[in-house]
């Protein structure tokens, strides 16, 4: 799926690579146990981290590392085995995003490209298996530490985007909202006319670029 979000160079793009046995078989680099839990609660507003839930991510998947006590849960969420995107989803987003996201980690595990992955994930929704959320609800992303894939054509890089905020908004479009999703508006959809569309609000002033991927 592609799609177009906007960039802060101020830290200027960060490349990494892994080696091709270690793509394939889906690893991700991450930091020790604590560090993935602190990383993912820091997409959080403060009064939502002490209470949220924890997913880190293992071997074979997601694990449970904290059960919510206020319906958030914060997560890494991984679009590349490189990439890392803190996130704290409310209750409607845990109920729908997370078993897509859940079921992407399980299948890099296993070794399946990214286009298999997307066709997966396609049939999924066909058939009833993930559902879009049914009401408007938030998807906090407020950690300094966002590293989404980079722009297409740039190969497995990433690049820092600022602190934002995320509504669910299924199958909306930037042309419902009257902008373009260019880097001048003051928001954007990302994955526009898709069960999963997100209206995009950035909370910090940086420079533009385009993004390749998705949330």
Known sequence: MTTRLRFSLAFGVLVATLPAAARAQGQVPRTDRDDEIALALSACPSTVASGAGVFVLGKAGYEKARESQNGFVAIVAH??????????????????????????????????????????????????????????????????????????????????????????????????????????????????????ALIIITTASHDMAHHSGGH
Request: proline residues 9%; contains cysteine.
């Open 79 to 196: 679009a590349l085995p490189i990439s890392r995107e803190p996130q704290c989803m409310d209750a409607e987003g845990a109920r729908t995003h997370l078993p897509r996201l859940f079921k992407q980690a399980e299948l890099r595990a296993q070794g399946k490209t990214a286009e298999d992955i997307r066709r997966y994930v396609a049939a999924a929704f066909a058939r009833g298996e993930f559902v879009a959320p049914s009401k408007a609800g938030v998807d906090y992303m407020l950690s300094t530490q966002n590293l989404p894939p980079a722009a297409a054509g740039k190969g497995d890089t990433v690049e820092h985007f600022p602190p934002h905020v995320m509504i669910y908004a299924p199958f909306i479009t930037n042309k419902d909202l009257g902008v373009d999703g260019s880097e001048n508006g003051p928001l954007f959809v990302v994955g526009e006319g898709t069960p999963h």
